[in-house]
């Protein structure tokens, strides 16, 4: 099982982005579902998630004014719409499920992952 983001790319400062995350072989109805990021160098974090089934969400503060993380049941999505892009949040971007609803916001227990997609935002 595998999920798939695409979305991502090449974007000036101060644009926007939309990510999304699909599954086929899992319903994002009984997972909760987070971003992460990874910029070059660094660790790899978690800065949004959403339990679909659940009804609940969190975006990291960080981000929290810029980015924020939405779901579509019917098609089995998750999104992530970033607006007013810094060069900072160049990273690789995944999104990853857990094996049940419960969003953990210290990004443990995430066990499905998708391949990634690079967010590269020029000065």
């Known amino acids: 099982v595998r999920l798939v983001e695409s979305g991502g790319g090449l974007v000036q400062t101060g644009g926007s982005l939309r990510l999304s995350c699909t599954a086929s072989?899992?319903?994002?109805?009984?997972?909760?579902v987070g971003w992460f990021r990874q910029p070059p160098g660094k660790a790899r974090e978690l800065i949004a998630g959403?339990?679909?089934?659940?009804?609940?969400?969190w975006v990291k503060d960080v981000v929290r004014d810029r980015f924020a993380v939405s779901g579509d049941s019917a098609n089995n999505t998750v999104s992530l719409q970033m607006t007013s892009l810094k060069p900072e949040d160049t990273a690789v971007y995944f999104c990853?499920?857990?094996?049940?609803?419960?969003?953990?916001?210290?990004?443990?227990?995430?066990?499905?992952w998708g391949q990634g997609t690079q967010v590269t935002v020029s000065p």
């Open positions: 990853a499920a857990r094996q049940n609803t419960r969003i953990r916001i210290d990004g443990t227990g995430y066990d499905t």
């Open positions: 072989e899992i319903s994002f109805k009984e997972r909760a």
């Open positions: 959403i339990s679909l089934g659940v009804g609940t969400s």
